[in-house]
């Protein structure tokens, strides 16, 4: 199920309704019923992958309280170990094994060796990178002691399952998530408001931006030759813009789902084009995912202790294994790379001027902007050549008469939007009277509901 | 929860009222600017799609000559069909009212509307088996788009199948405006730069679309609604004594169930028999422009053997 569907318009009401109504029989059959909407949520795209995230289940479940268990540092290691093997061996082999195999035989052929190509031909399962960084976090914060395992499997499935941030995230922390789930909850009427606005917000990013922007991108994109430098240069902010909406639009629905069942869930972007530069970019993207990486690998491997080498070493490799982590691709490879060395320079090179605070933040920004923008067309292309010709034939740049030019007024409509909320990224409603703040919702709702598809686009961040 | 809930519906009750007031502004904006219609609905004008179309059907049906020929399909039709040159090689003057994704069911609509205005002697109905179990949202759109009656029978029907919520929008809105005076609707047409032709013909230019390969696919099966829509055209041609001749679209790299239109004790022309090169064509079905005379000759040949039996 997807959120910009009518399956969900409905599921949605009833989800709610049937929840707040068990309320008064306790939190455990109102985390049950959590448990089976989800599996209902997840099991309505494919049953039979369904039983993947109830495997990555049991098995942190039963390695976290081997964990918990133990006094030998070793028994300790090994169910730890258990768990990470599992979970990244779910990755491996659903999401990357047909990617490595691939790597390899074109490896062979360029040596010489023709060799054989071992595909599996396994779709994606939906959100498999999303669970699995999740269940995984949870088994490490036991080891390290940070937490202590769940008793209650209801509860840990919910958890893992719970359907908002299921499939795109954010990627939650036990420390946060779990405590919520195990206690009970009481439907407060501010929370529930909030959690209406977000959904419409993150409706309106994606349904009538994103998606909309997607028209104008998918052409450019697929055939990058047959357009000219200023149009792939236009196209490429479309999709960063197109990319930002249709997920932080996923976001604000997940979030603000969450809030309407009495659970709060971390910020997963906050305006993050409203940067000057890209240490600061990365701490307002995908925030959930950085701050995974840098909890879980950054830090383990030595972080910023060591010598500028090593904490040179140790960013680079996780800007390598984020990209690597989007897809099954080079290209993603490659678009981490780039990101990964620009943040180096950052990081090591860049100091803003004290004197001119306002000039050094107007080129921060643009510079930003633009390497930002530039980046894209590796994350979007099917290949390493086909987005190196696209930033070519920009760089090159031969100025024609701008196709597509309607796009802008997304752009500018976004940014507009961003900006009157730039404080709070969870109150998406700039409006204090009730007249304006109901004249804004009707706004948004009609323009969702006009550009409401017939066959509606996926969420780009599906495919991870 | 109570509060909750009853300021939601307060709210929904509300919300008509903020949509028709919005309905009203944009479409009072018409009268000086069609820009802002295009961004919050709608103005289509696509090969296949544009306001032109309609008012050329309109006057083709008030024309009086007695060898009417009335040509029903998808995109397949429209673009591959050639009127002028089908005319020429047949001696009916025919029109052309393909339009994208074009359903068995609002080909029939289609030719209720027709049949209420005018009288046909031959019926062209020419099916794209892609389009043999779809809801028909493309030519629904096309038609309470582009037309400046969408008050018509055939557009709520088919806006009624597709059932679609932003559909069912743009129909209330394009009906509300068309009822106020001095709006203005997107009226785009300049022969001499534009592909459409004329006659409900669209010519596609080689620049227009690259090229693609298509992939290997296979058409078996058939809506019940659209099934049952090509028996009543079936009926409805028997009945007015309407020559009616089934067109199966050509495709490439396809498996196409052909009893599903050989099943009917009615012609039929397969254009998978039209022998030509792949490169006239940009995908498995569409054809470029410069392919099409060629093709609707072959067609009017056929056309012609078959009224000769």
Known sequence: MIFNSTTFLIFLPIAFFLYWVINKYGVKYQNLLLLALSYIFYGWWDWVFLSLIVVSTLVDYIAAHKIGAATDTRIKKRWLALSVVVNLGLLGVFKYFDFFADSLANLFTSIGYDAPIYSLGIILPVGISFYTFQTMSYTIDVYYGRMKPEKDLVAFGTYVAFFPQLVAGPIERATSLLPQITRARQFKYRQGVEGLRLILYGMFKKVVIADSLAKLVDPVFGNPAGHNGTTLFVSCIYFGIQIYCDFSGYSDIAIGTAKLFGIELRSNFKFPYFTTNIIDFWKRWHISLSTWFRDYVYIPLGGSRGSRLVTARNLFIVFMVSGLWHGANWTYVIWGMIHGVLYLITYFFFKPSAKHRILSKVIGFIITSLTITLAWPFFRCESIAQAAEMVKRIVLFAFTPLQYGQGLIYVGTILLMDMLIFKNEREPVPFKKSFLRKLYYSILIIAIATNWSHQSYNFIYFQF | ?309
């Open chain 2, 1 to 309: 929860m109570a509060r909750f809930i009853k300021n939601i519906l307060k709210f929904v009750l509300v919300l008509p009222l903020f949509y028709l007031a919005y309905l009203l502004l944009v479409a009072c904006s018409t009268i000086f600017t069609l820009k802002i219609e295009a961004l919050t609905f709608t103005n289509t004008k696509t090969a296949g799609s544009n306001y032109q179309r309609t008012i050329d059907l309109d006057k083709w049906i008030a024309k009086t000559s007695k060898n009417k020929g009335l040509i029903l399909g998808s995109s397949t039709a429209y673009k591959n069909i050639n009127p002028y040159v089908l005319s020429e090689r047949t001696g009916v003057d025919f029109f052309n009212n393909g339009s994208s994704s074009q359903c068995i069911f609002e080909s029939a609509y289609l030719l209720d509307y027709v049949l209420e205005n005018t009288e046909i002697e031959y019926l062209l109905l020419e099916t794209f088996p892609g389009a043999w179990d779809m809801v028909g949202y493309e030519t629904a759109t096309d038609w309470v788009v582009n037309n400046y009656k969408p008050q018509r029978a055939y557009v709520f029907n088919t806006v009624k199948h597709a059932n679609s919520l932003n559909l069912w929008l743009f129909y209330s809105y394009f009906y509300v405006k068309r009822s106020i005076p001095y709006t203005k609707d997107y009226l785009h047409y300049s022969p001499d730069e534009d592909n459409y032709k004329g006659l409900g013909f669209a010519y596609t230019r080689d620049s227009e679309f690259e090229r693609v390969n298509s992939t290997y696919k296979s058409y078996d099966t058939i809506s019940p609604l659209n099934k049952r829509s090509l028996e009543r055209i079936i009926n409805i041609c028997r009945e007015k004594n309407i020559k009616l001749i089934l067109v199966m679209a050509k495709i490439f790299n396809a498996d196409i169930n052909k009893t599903i239109l050989t099943q009917y004790d009615v012609p039929l022309i397969d254009c998978n028999n039209f022998q030509i090169d792949s490169t006239y064509y940009y995908d498995s079905h569409h054809m470029y422009g410069r392919g099409t005379d060629s093709f609707s000759r072959w067609l009017g040949d056929e056309f012609n053997q078959l009224m000769l039996k």
